[in-house]
């Protein structure tokens, strides 16, 4: 759960960035570009791989 000074809205936002984005599209490694793109502090985009993570263990 990300703390509480990240907004739902933005780490909802990140989440759906990052499962519609390939690897080759995002250029580079994941979390810093969640920091990057979308403000989120480490915690937060280290929450939002790991749900993207898990959600396509779960589609397979």
């Known amino acids: 759960m990300p703390p509480p000074s990240q907004s739902d809205a ?11 984005t390939t690897r080759a599209e995002r250029g580079g490694a994941a979390i810093p570009e969640l920091q990057r793109r979308f ?11 790991r749900e993207n993570n898990l959600r396509l263990a779960r589609a397979t």
Not at 10 to 15: G, I, L, R, Y
Not at 39 to 49: C, D, E, H, R, T
């Open 39 to 49: 403000g989120l502090s480490l915690k937060a985009a280290v929450a939002v791989v």
């Open 10 to 20: 933005t780490v909802a936002k990140a989440a759906a960035w990052l499962a519609s």
